[in-house]
């Protein structure tokens, strides 16, 4: 008997004589069964599908070995295998079954053996099956198709003979069979910014999505990408499908390199956060696998955020350079400036442009509670109005453009300084003149 041990399901000892094979199975934790209402208990497990961290536990499993990748060749290579453990639970928000404390690293995906059963003659014929529905169903034939994890190219072959331009992603040892097959293969793990330049018309994902610690991030990549690129590409995935396995009480189903198991509404719901608009789920293969067909959806806010984020971040750029130069242009000509608003928007202004105080070191703050402390970060001493009243400034740069104009009547009207007041405002220094808009 394995010695995998399981901590909420376990085996009663078995009576003398009888078969080890044929064993009871006695819930512990969940003993006696009742269907009580419970909330799901809050972990640090996010689900894969949706985020939420609100789950149920199903099993756990403490030393379980990998059971695809990396085939052991001997007895004692078998039995020393590394075990890991299998905690299996479900979403309590969008049911998918998931296991935590999963690490992708640990699978030997770019050298180990990964021995999938392909040549099953109902499998394969369900595959072809499959394609020619795909084929006609979104009239595929003198397209651009790129298969994620296409192994050794079967189904994308099946595409090719379609009239398709074929295009693989597969990062495992199959790339060279595929690329022997030819298929245009590349031997890597697939990103979303590869559809710069592919411009794919479809993508095809089959049995990948299972396997990774973050498909949920995996896709949005890809949905993202095709935002920026201004593509809508067809979506194919395919996924085991969890569901008649869980009223079967079937626990073999879950294996480590299975991280994701998917019940429909988990795979659905998948694609919807990730951004894509489902056009096609049904389960397969006596409902043993789940179908997608989705697109993404082409996010006018996606786009927006993404010029303005590149532009703000080329603007501030100049402007803390900008604004540099001008203090700089001050100290050359031997101005006496000061700085009004030492701490908050004031501080966070010096350190980010780093005025420091070779740079500007007279700080001037409204709060008397503040005088004679320092400014964070840069360090100046931070003094009251009083030492522009001693000695008059020449400049003032208001630090905090929500307060200024209050800090410009202070100025004026409380101490009747005449300095010339700025800003730092729009892409640098400006004066705060009368119909400047803050
Ligand atoms: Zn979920």
């Given at each position: 008997?394995?010695?995998?041990?399981?901590?909420?399901?376990?085996?009663?000892?078995?009576?003398?004589?009888?078969?080890?094979?044929?064993?009871?199975?006695?819930?512990?934790?969940?003993?006696?069964?009742?269907?009580?209402?419970?909330?799901?208990?809050?972990?640090?497990?996010?689900?894969?599908?949706?985020?939420?961290?609100?789950?149920?536990?199903?099993?756990?499993?403490?030393?379980?070995?990998?059971?695809?990748?990396?085939?052991?060749?001997?007895?004692?290579?078998?039995?020393?295998?590394?075990?890991?453990?299998?905690?299996?639970?479900?979403?309590?928000?969008?049911?998918?079954?998931?296991?935590?404390?999963?690490?992708?690293?640990?699978?030997?995906?770019?050298?180990?053996?990964?021995?999938?059963?392909?040549?099953?003659?109902?499998?394969?014929?369900?595959?072809?099956?499959?394609?020619?529905?795909?084929?006609?169903?979104?009239?595929?034939?003198?397209?651009?198709?790129?298969?994620?994890?296409?192994?050794?190219?079967?189904?994308?072959?099946?595409?090719?003979?379609?009239?398709?331009?074929?295009?693989?992603?597969?990062?495992?040892?199959?790339?060279?069979?595929?690329?022997?097959?030819?298929?245009?293969?590349?031997?890597?793990?697939?990103?979303?910014?590869?559809?710069?330049?592919?411009?794919?018309?479809?993508?095809?994902?089959?049995?990948?999505?299972?396997?990774?610690?973050?498909?949920?991030?995996?896709?949005?990549?890809?949905?993202?990408?095709?935002?920026?690129?201004?593509?809508?590409?067809?979506?194919?995935?395919?996924?085991?499908?969890?569901?008649?396995?869980?009223?079967?009480?079937?626990?073999?189903?879950?294996?480590?390199?299975?991280?994701?198991?998917?019940?429909?509404?988990?795979?659905?719901?998948?694609?919807?956060?990730?951004?894509?608009?489902?056009?096609?789920?049904?389960?397969?293969?006596?409902?043993?696998?789940?179908?997608?067909?989705?697109?993404?959806?082409?996010?006018?806010?996606?786009?927006?955020v993404h010029a303005r984020a590149q532009r703000f971040r080329l603007e501030v750029e100049e402007k803390i350079?900008?604004?540099?130069?001008?203090?700089?242009?001050?100290?050359?000509?031997?101005?006496?400036?000061?700085?009004?608003?030492?701490?908050?928007?004031?501080?966070?202004?010096?350190?980010?442009?780093?005025?420091?105080?070779?740079?500007?070191?007279?700080?001037?703050?409204?709060?008397?509670?503040?005088?004679?402390?320092?400014?964070?970060?840069?360090?100046?001493?931070?003094?009251?109005?009083?030492?522009?009243?001693?000695?008059?400034?020449?400049?003032?740069?208001?630090?905090?453009?929500?307060?200024?104009?209050?800090?410009?009547?202070?100025?004026?009207?409380?101490?009747?300084?005449?300095?010339?007041?700025?800003?730092?405002?729009?892409?640098?220094?400006?004066?705060?003149?009368?119909?400047?808009?803050?």
């Amino acid at each position: 008997m394995h010695p995998h041990k399981l901590s909420t399901l376990r085996t009663d000892a078995p009576p003398q004589g009888a078969e080890e094979s044929a064993p009871t199975l006695v819930r512990r934790d969940l003993a006696p069964l009742s269907l009580r209402p419970a909330a799901p208990p809050v972990t640090s497990d996010a689900c894969l599908a949706c985020k939420s961290v609100y789950n149920y536990p199903l099993a756990r499993w403490e030393d379980m070995p990998l059971s695809v990748l990396g085939l052991p060749r001997s007895t004692e290579e078998a039995r020393n295998m590394r075990g890991f453990v299998l905690d299996v639970r479900q979403c309590a928000s969008c049911g998918h079954v998931f296991h935590t404390d999963f690490h992708y690293d640990h699978i030997p995906y770019r050298n180990g053996s990964n021995l999938v059963y392909n040549d099953g003659a109902a499998w394969k014929a369900y595959q072809d099956e499959l394609a020619e529905e795909w084929i006609s169903s979104y009239g595929l034939s003198g397209k651009r198709i790129v298969e994620i994890g296409c192994g050794e190219g079967r189904f994308l072959q099946r595409m090719q003979r379609a009239g398709n331009h074929c295009i693989g992603f597969e990062p495992g040892s199959d790339a060279a069979r595929a690329a022997a097959a030819g298929i245009e293969c590349y031997p890597e793990y697939f990103q979303g910014s590869r559809l710069f330049d592919l411009r794919a018309d479809a993508i095809i994902c089959r049995h990948v999505l299972e396997h990774l610690a973050d498909p949920l991030d995996f896709l949005e990549d890809i949905s993202i990408a095709c935002s920026a690129a201004g593509i809508a590409p067809l979506f194919l995935a395919e996924v085991p499908c969890i569901e008649k396995a869980l009223e079967q009480n079937r626990i073999n189903d879950f294996l480590y390199e299975h991280v994701s198991n998917f019940t429909c509404s988990s795979f659905c719901t998948l694609f919807e956060r990730a951004g894509f608009r489902v056009l096609d789920l049904r389960t397969r293969f006596q409902e043993e696998v789940v179908t997608i067909a989705a697109r993404p959806r082409l996010s006018h806010t996606q786009r927006e955020v993404h010029a303005r984020a590149q532009r703000f971040r080329l603007e501030v750029e100049e402007k803390i350079a900008r604004t540099r130069r001008t203090l700089e242009a001050w100290r050359t000509a031997g101005m006496r400036v000061a700085l009004w608003g030492a701490t908050g928007k004031g501080a966070a202004l010096m350190n980010m442009v780093g005025i420091t105080p070779d740079l500007c070191d007279l700080v001037i703050d409204s709060d008397v509670r503040k005088v004679g402390g320092f400014v964070p970060g840069t360090g100046q001493l931070i003094q009251g109005p009083q030492a522009l009243l001693d000695e008059p400034a020449d400049r003032i740069l208001i630090c905090t453009n929500w307060r200024a104009r209050d800090i410009e009547r202070e100025i004026r009207q409380v101490h009747g300084m005449d300095a010339e007041l700025f800003v730092v405002h729009d892409h640098g220094v400006v004066h705060l003149v009368d119909d400047l808009v803050l």
